[in-house]
């Protein structure tokens, strides 16, 4: 329900919604959300009577950093990194639940929860974001001044990212169980159990079995693309005897020594891992359903503030006890009922020293390991072109998202920008062309990712390939991978491109 302004001024009005405001807003930088749009940035809350000040002037909800500064209003966009360092103090982790199934959310939030508490953790705090799902909060006091010599200040945004990551594969691993009678079990170690069947998953979230699982593999744990027994050719020079071991079905193959043809054998490979393991089992893709925003965050990312209005559903941003978070309903967020909890958003007095050490260390040898296996191709620098390559030339995947998306736009951005800039797009081409993907989104993402994501990219000078076609967690996920006869040939999506580029100028 849109809101008015009348209802703004009524809500924001009340001293103590503006007074927790204003509390909630200590050393973060503020941005404030006009009918038009965000206004100036750095801003500051100092005093209560702001809030009301700024309602009357078209404010309509307020947003802080996860970071925390000495001084919010020395930020600016084009400080180098170190220059940011020094400036901040400190950041919260603000892990933001999305989702568009609203019992999924809560289910998430619920054992995410669940799982702090299996760490340990007892200062989280939560809240309704005011739309479709949650946020989950750990006061910075409760991580360790350093990790591994490292300052954890200086650790944003990949701690969070780590943080975010591990714990999505830890209530999958933990908390979800997938049966063998096509049934997920949400809770499956818990007291409290959610069954829902796979069809009844399917139905409501438009998902085949294949995106809402993973098959992994029993022995290293390595995420399964094709558990199907595979053929394989070899081809062996009936004069030299030397062999080539293909899985293409090519009709021939010549000896590169004899240079005669070479007679051709199929086998069938029985494993289903490249360990060469035959086993493996089925595990709940959270991914498929849930989105995290502190994934993809980049400096400066913002959140909606507790008690903070969303222009789109009317409600508020409201705090509330976490031990309630199966039982908690949109209804109570309406600003005519919504009181001030006494279950604080971010409670540095109830923060424990160290309390987070633990998940930190996991967190971070988790992203590590996932780098010695995976292919995802994010941390692979990539060579300037000297020309960019025109849109013609892109992937199928690549065209699917700049048409437009209805899920996974965040993760799409994240990929568009990597990208444009690996096919030699200057800055404000890539800027252009994702505004202007970005109006095609049936729901277009907030102002403050697109800027944010845009900023990080234009600071960070090197260039990082998207991820590869295999990582499930992406295209096949968001849908959008429709691979043609090229597909085949390339594992990232600008090699696709760059391909594609040589074969039309004649290179090689």
């Known amino acids: 329900m849109p809101l008015s302004k009348l209802k703004v001024i009524n809500f924001y009005s009340r001293k103590e919604i503006q007074q927790a405001i204003v509390e909630a807003a200590e050393n973060r930088e ?84 669940e799982a702090l508490k299996s760490f340990d953790i007892a200062s989280f ?75 009844k998953l399917q139905e409501l979230t438009k998902k085949s079995l294949e995106e809402l699982t993973k098959k992994v593999c029993s022995k290293c744990g390595k995420e399964l693309q094709d558990v199907n027994a595979e053929k394989q050719y070899e081809f062996i020079c009936p004069r030299c005897e030397s062999s080539i071991k293909s899985a293409e079905d090519d009709p021939y193959q010549i000896c590169p020594k004899c240079s005669i043809h070479m007679e051709k054998k199929e086998t069938i490979n029985n494993s289903v891992c490249s360990c060469g393991s035959k086993e493996y089992f089925t595990k709940f893709n959270p991914f498929s359903i849930i989105e995290v925003d502190t994934i993809l965050i980049s400096s400066r990312h913002l959140f909606r503030m507790p008690y903070s209005m969303h222009e789109k559903s009317g409600l508020v941003s409201l705090p509330f006890n976490p031990e309630k978070i199966l039982l908690f309903e949109k209804k109570y967020a309406k600003p005519e009922i919504v009181k001030v909890s006494r279950h604080k958003f971010i409670d540095r007095g109830k923060a424990m020293p ?46 699917k998202i700049l048409n437009g998306m209805e899920d996974g736009r ?29 109006k095609k989104n049936p729901e277009p993402l907030k102002e403050t990712i697109i800027t944010g994501q845009l900023r990080y990219h234009k600071r960070n000078k090197d260039r990082i390939l998207p991820p590869n076609c295999s990582n499930k967690m992406y295209y096949k996920d968001m849908q959008v991978c429709m691979p043609d006869n090229f597909c085949k040939k390339i594992k990232n999506p600008v090699n696709y491109a760059i391909l594609k580029s040589k074969m039309l100028s004649g290179k090689k």
């Not at 951005?413 to 800027?431: A, P, Q, S, T």
């Open 30 to 113: 503020i941005a404030i959300r006009f009918s038009e749009g965000f206004g100036k940035r750095p801003d500051i809350l100092q005093y209560p009577e702001e809030v009301l000040d700024l309602a009357r002037k078209g404010a309509t909800s307020f947003h802080a950093s996860e970071e925390l500064w000495e001084n919010p209003r020395l930020i600016s966009s084009n400080m180098k990194r170190s220059e940011a360092q020094k400036l901040r103090k400190g950041w919260d982790l603000i892990l933001d639940i999305d989702s568009p199934y609203w019992q999924i959310a809560k289910i998430t939030a619920w054992l995410i929860i």
């Open 410 to 438: 965040k993760r799409a951005v994240f990929i568009l920008i990597n990208f444009l800039k690996c096919i030699g797009w200057n800055y404000d081409d890539i800027e252009k062309r994702i505004r202007e993907w970005n």
């Open 354 to 399: 160290d309390e987070a050490k633990l998940l930190l260390e996991k967190s971070i040898r988790f992203a590590e390991s996932r780098k010695e296996y995976e292919e995802t191709g994010s941390r692979k620098e990539f060579k300037a072109l000297e020309e960019a390559i025109p849109e013609i030339l892109f992937p199928p995947c690549i065209k």
């Open 125 to 199: 705090s939560v809240k309704f974001s005011g739309n479709k799902g949650f946020h989950i909060g750990l006061p910075f006091e409760t991580f360790p001044r350093k990790y591994n010599g490292t300052e954890v200040k200086s650790m944003f945004p990949d701690a969070p990212r780590s943080i975010a990551l591990f714990i999505l594969e830890h209530i999958a691993e933990k908390y979800i169980e997938v049966k063998k009678n096509n049934e997920i079990v949400f809770g499956s170690s818990l007291e409290r159990r959610f069954r829902i069947p796979c069809q």
